[in-house]
């Protein structure tokens, strides 16, 4: 693994700064004609990751008004700070692909700060089945601070099937699912923080139905408290006004996503909701 020089405290400073960010998955042409010819070719992912800009509001709801609905051409425009790059076994991407299941490939994920060397952050991801066969997917966030790269466990985020009977008949009768965002404690244990609440059809709070499409450009999902209020949300973005870019964009899996943080959240909760981003970008838009 590759030396620190900074990143991580770089970055941690940035996070304390800022109101969220946009995360643009980068488009893979190759990946792209190899599903169009049925090809059970799966690319690593790459990730762009730019800082919200000023003056711009995470939607509440995908019609709220006051909310920030980026089109393609705003997106392609930013400029990002950290780069995020999966590392993950070419067999192991095409077999899984091959049997249906490559969302739930093992991987890293290798997080770089602009101007820096080596790693910021490291997801780690093991191989799991899912939670409705109890086995939670998992993702667990190390940073890497030091001139040595010295490795700290910040957390991890988790799919939440407890009670099992109920968040199953809410994944399968509303279309709702839900990953608890937990903090790593000293004994090694995890302290819940947040809960990053999904609802990909019509049920929920909002409806998202047909949604980020041309037919409506937002999703929205809600960042819930350890009592359940909504304290933030997440949003995925169609990236319109290049219709047949953005469609082939989004037919092959390349997700836009606008993350807003909670006013309380630390710079290591905002790294955590920033690894349930890319939780639901594997988990849901990568199985599509």
């Known amino acids: 693994m590759k030396s620190n020089t900074g990143g991580y405290d770089l970055i941690q400073k940035k996070f304390g700064e800022i109101d ?3 995360v643009r998955q980068d488009t893979q042409v190759g990946e792209m004609v190899a ?11 790459k990730y762009a990751i730019h800082r919200l800009p000023a003056g711009k509001k995470v939607k509440n709801d995908p019609n709220d008004p006051a909310g920030w609905s980026p089109t393609g051409a705003e997106l392609k425009a930013l400029e990002p ?5 999966e590392e993950s076994w070419f067999c192991t991407r095409i077999i899984l692909k091959h049997l249906g299941c490559g969302y739930l490939r093992p991987l890293k994920m290798h997080f770089t700060v602009f101007g820096e ?17 109890c086995c939670p997917l998992e993702m667990r966030l190390d940073g890497l601070s030091g001139g040595n790269g010295e490795i700290k466990r910040i957390g991890r985020v988790r799919e939440d099937f407890s009670p099992y ?4 008949c809410s994944a399968c009768c509303l279309a709702t699912a839900y990953t608890d965002i937990e903090r790593a404690l000293p004994d090694g244990t995890y302290e819940k923080r947040y809960s990053l609440r999904v609802n990909i059809a019509c049920c929920g709070r909002v409806n998202n139905c047909c949604a980020p499409s041309c037919c409506r450009n937002d999703a929205v999902y809600d960042i819930l408290d350890t009592e359940g209020a909504v304290v933030a949300n997440l949003q995925v973005s169609f990236g319109s006004g290049e219709c047949f870019r953005a469609l082939c964009r989004a037919g092959g899996g390349f997700t836009n996503y606008v993350l ?8 290591e909760d905002r790294a955590l909701l920033l690894a349930a981003l890319f939780q639901l970008d594997y988990a849901i838009f990568e199985k599509k």
């Open 81 to 85: 700070f950290m780069r995020a790059q």
């Open 35 to 45: 599903q169009a010819v049925g090809l059970p070719w799966e690319a690593q992912n």
């Open 260 to 267: 807003q943080f909670p006013r309380d959240s630390t710079p």
């Open 117 to 133: 060397t080596g790693d910021a952050y490291v997801i780690e991801r093991p191989f799991k089945c899912g939670g409705g066969l």
């Open 165 to 168: 009977f109920d968040r199953c």
């Open 20 to 22: 969220g960010v946009v």
